[in-house]
């Protein structure tokens, strides 16, 4: 078990006992896929996949252990101005970002233990500031509710380490519940939790091409989608429908124009999935994650060769209810809904497909669907 783990790693390389122990869920996203940005709708879940930390506080600078990374990252929790390097910005900027809003942090010794895929758009930094907001809170003991800490962490990535993502990852790994897709409005971040049928399995298909997610074709994406917001004059993208966007096209470019008809048509996908999904409607699931897909792919520009591979392989398969690119995309991994008791046979499909199109070996895991970002007894 990967608290156990944890807990073994820390003893034996700090030489102590932790004192708490947090585990952060990764996410995985159903559909609303680059519509958090655009103040739109998403459905992702926390799954059974994240971040296991357990520390204590300590006098002089903040040291850290990983399991993947091995020993050595540390950081100065009363100079937090001096930004350590790799993935220890995360529990830094997790650090910088509690002290601005409840008071100085103190500094730690932390060990990570990690089962997510890397690199597959399972959101491991949202996991990594999520985990790291637990376990100060744990240790100080300063009141915040689960979205506070999501926003924190946002601010996190965003200010810190850099990365100007939306609230969706963030969300998902704080406020995710058991065997529940999380209907999200990310502009007033009201949730509704819609239960996910026990004979549907969420299959996360990993085409193990990493996500080179250059920030600067997601930084470009935001950019075009307040172009296009400004030019129809509404403050976000989720204020506008097709209709309207249909009578813009003369005053938009013709990547802007498709940029914004990916969004304005996945808020609609994502709003209607809702209903499908609680309704078992296998045609309706299947021709809305396909839509979402396709939009990714023709409109939005962020699928790939392995990504349209991965989807393509898994409309075809035995047993599937639905798939798409899910994540941020230029790589990473496909989810597909795929009745539990023949996931068997459609992962004894997709694999060789995928292999026979990319020459690749990809990976399919099957999740459970978990609660978010919580501290754990030891
Ligand atoms: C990344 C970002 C999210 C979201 C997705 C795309 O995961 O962190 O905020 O924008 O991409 O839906």
Redesign the pocket.
Known sequence: MSLDRALTLHRNYFGVEPKVAVFAPGRI?LIG?????NGGF?MPCAIDRGIWVVGRIVDGESKLMSDSAGPGKSFDASNLDRKPSGWAKYPAGMAWVLTERFGTMPNIEATVVSNLPMGS?V?SSAAMELAFAKLFQALVGFESDAKQLALLGQKCENQYVGVN?????QMASACGRKNHAMCLDTRSLEIEYAPVDPSLAVVLLDTKKPRALSDSAYNERRSQCEAAALAMGVPQLRDANLEQLLSKKGELDDVTFRRARHVVTEDARSMAFKQTLAAGDRNGIFALMKGSHDSLKDDYEVSCAELDAMAGAAWLAPGVYGARMT??GFGGACVALVARDEVEAFTAHVLPAYKQATGKDGDAIVCGIDDGARILAI
């Open positions: 996203n896929e680059h519509t958090d940005y998403v758009g959101s993502c939306g609230i969706m990852d994540g941020a």
